[in-house]
């Protein structure tokens, strides 16, 4: 059975959402940061970087949530939460996924752990506070595009990058300019998060309101 290494909210709930989406079977295995699991040394023979998800499926052993992703919607293409390779929509599948994980959530990533990129109280401040305004500037990329198209991110059918893309948003949920506070970004929040996967991930994830 395919298992995943998870703390609630983390990353790790981008693949959580994938595999509701896919009903496969799956086992959760909590990694507790709280204790720093995460960086114990049985964690680290799975991803040496120290970071959540880590993808266990037979002898795979994966991390990267989005390599993660696309193992996942690879194995089982009849799922049709991405476009079939070689297509012109499989391409702009595939350009979102990577803006996702390499610009959004790495700019996000800047955003909460900005400590790791300046030293003294000034600098990090200034590191977060242009950190959130990239962000801004990202999300109303985001918005535009669900204007031109929509419903979903990919046009008129739900991917998983909706999926990779909600918990993204959810993690500006307390920015003084959230995502939902967008005109197109917070009805799709909505539809996204009316779907019964997308519940029972967050249900069993115990995470509380506001989800985004």
Known sequence: MIQLHYFPGNASL??????????L?????LVDRANRAHKAPAYLKMNP?????????????????????????????????????GTLACAHFTKWLMWLTNTLQSTLIIYFYPERWADDEAAIAQVKAHAEAKIGALLDQLDAELARGGPWLGGAGFSANDLYAMVLCRWTR???????????????????????????????????????
């Open 14 to 23: 981008i693949p959580h959402l994938l595999l509701e989406e896919l009903g």
């Open 25 to 29: 079977p799956f086992e959760l295995k």
């Open 49 to 85: 970087n120290g970071l959540i998800p880590v993808l266990v499926d037979g002898d795979l052993v994966l991390y990267e949530t989005a390599a993660i992703c696309l193992h996942l919607l690879d194995t089982h293409p009849q799922s049709g939460l991405a476009p079939a390779p």
């Open 174 to 212: 307390g920015f003084a300019r959230p995502a939902r506070s967008l005109p197109h970004l917070g009805p799709w929040l909505d539809r996204v998060l009316a779907r019964p996967a997308v519940q029972r991930a967050f249900a069993t994830e115990g995470l509380a309101a506001p989800l985004v």
